[in-house]
């Protein structure tokens, strides 16, 4: 065997570095590609809260109560008709509204809105009135809010 043919045989550095290179890359990708893989099989969503919600029985709630319920985003008021359960999402761009106790209104910190206690809009850029969910009274006694149905303004649920 020549001398030529035994550095043919033989790797020299450069060739061994640039083929561990690529064979690194190479395994690199396929690695990142399964991980991602496995990665993508778990929902990165979390799921939406419950549109229902119990909010405790009529006694919890005497003629004048305003109670406000911020996890649900919602207000259940009372008065000597009944009671009403009204979204504390404002209808222009979705701000939470708050209620005012002092002039009895609900107030939008964002934009400046106002509304009624009924949810009636007094002051722009609110389109329209607050919305209002149904109140059903549950076998036990409970009453139930359910924010996926909605009921025209100024229906209240006597109790």
Known sequence: MT????????CDRRTFMTGGGWLTALLGAVGMAGLGSVAGLKPRVLPDPSAQFKIGPPQDFPV???????????????????????????????CIVTYNDSEQRFDCPCHGSKFTMLGKVTKAPAPRSLDWFKISTLPSGQLMVDRSITIPLGTKVAV
């Open 64 to 94: 004048g109560t305003v109670k406000v319920f911020e996890e649900e985003k919602v207000t259940i008021c009372r008065d000597s008709e009944g009671m009403y359960a009204i979204s504390l999402v404002c209808t222009h761009l979705g």
């Open 3 to 10: 001398e030529q043919e035994s550095k043919d045989q033989k």
